[in-house]
């Protein structure tokens, strides 16, 4: 009997980087927002690894 061989095939990996503007309420943590949203992202899509690289806040006049 031949031994059975799997044919591992290189995977690509690739970044992929959103800008992503959202209006919070004042009691809500931007911090928090973004990490529940990598969490989402990585249990919904199978995400391998998400971050929060940058929070800008910004004031609206």
Known sequence: MRPIYRTIRMMKNIDVYLKI???LDD????QRFAEEL???LKKVYGVRKAEVSNLLEHTVE
Do not use: A, Q, T, V
Request: aromatic fraction near 0%; charged fraction near 40%.
């Open 21 to 23: 503007e959202l209006d």
């Open 27 to 30: 009691s809500e943590n931007p």
């Open 38 to 40: 990598c969490r989402i």
